[in-house]
């Protein structure tokens, strides 16, 4: 029978990161941090079983010493696995009642009790919330509405509130998902070691979904607020954002916003002033660079 013992280790909490099967409708008891650690824990899994062991079962192991380390028994997972691109996904197109949120870090994630903890902070609440399996990875999806109204959210500064938070959480409590994501070049213990050129990685394609609407893609360089700059842009020039998905994969960001003019589909003309607004904002030099 195979057994598998990690320990994770951090300054600000612990996870498990073992391999799981696809659970369904998870009970919102467990996830990012849920048992904060002062000193090394383990998860032994055997079977469907995970065993909680005490600090003595790794004695030379101390948090101040390393950041995670990991311990394999006939598994797959090590500490010198390559870490997986985290994604995390802000979908407010597949439910008509409720904002969609799904995030993927390979199959080291497990419920997230911590982050639906920091989301109810927002005045949010999880509505429903389900596990499953894929090539990827193991995929955390559940959807939210704000508490104040039950319905979805739809104010870009919150559903960017949203994105940070539950990117802040993941370098938290995966401080090995820091040298994937943008924003562990300010916030991780380890920044990216590529660089995005913002100039190549920048793309814009709008296309007719429907007579009342146009398809915006946008594919850039992610950093934080760019959710928020993307929809203003957008709003700027009278063109109204119906609904969309915001995506962050590693160190790019990946929108899709159905959009329209006075209830049309966005004719030619003004999609080349689209177009070349969002060029122009997102590939300008930031106020630090352009004052050298």
């Given amino acids: 029978m195979a057994a598998v013992a ?9 996870h498990s990161a073992t391999n799981a099967r696809a659970v369904d409708n998870l009970p919102l008891a467990f996830g990012f941090g849920a048992t904060p650690a002062t000193s090394p824990l383990s998860f032994n899994q055997i ?4 065993v909680l062991l005490g600090p003595s079962s790794f004695p030379e192991l101390q948090p101040q010493q390393l950041r995670w380390a ?12 390559t870490v997986p691109t985290p994604k995390v996904i802000i979908d407010q197109d597949s439910d008509p009642d409720a904002t969609v949120v799904e995030i993927t870090f390979g199959d080291r994630l497990g419920a997230l009790l911590d982050t639906m ?19 990827s990875g193991k995929h955390n999806k559940f959807a939210i509405t704000k508490a104040s109204t039950g319905r979805k959210v739809d104010d870009p500064e919150l559903l960017e509130a949203i994105r940070l938070t539950i990117i802040n959480n993941l370098l938290e409590y995966h401080p090995e998902s820091s040298s994937q994501l943008a924003m562990g070049a300010a916030f991780g213990v380890e920044p990216p070691q590529q660089q995005i050129d ?9 296309s ?16 934080p607020g760019l959710l928020v700059d993307l929809v203003k842009i957008i709003s700027d020039i009278n063109i109204t954002v119906e609904s969309g998905e ?9 929108a899709k ?36």
């Fill in 117 to 135: 903890s920091a989301l109810k902070n927002l005045g949010l609440n999880v509505v429903k919330a389900n596990v499953f399996l894929d090539a």
């Fill in 208 to 223: 007719e979904d429907s007579p009342e609407r146009s398809l915006l893609y946008v594919e850039t360089a992610d950093r």
């Fill in 47 to 50: 079977g469907d079983c995970c």
């Fill in 70 to 81: 990991a311990v394999v028994e006939d598994g797959s997972f090590n500490g010198t696995d």
């Fill in 198 to 206: 913002v100039d190549i990685a920048t793309h814009i394609t709008i």
């Fill in 246 to 254: 915001f995506d962050t994969e590693g160190l790019l960001a990946k």
């Fill in 6 to 14: 990690a320990t994770f280790v951090a300054s600000s909490g612990l």
């Fill in 257 to 292: 916003f159905h959009v329209s003019y006075k209830g049309k589909a966005t004719i030619k003309p003004l999609q080349q002033v689209l177009s070349n607004s969002l060029r122009y904002f997102l590939r300008r030099p930031s106020t630090a660079d352009s004052s050298y």
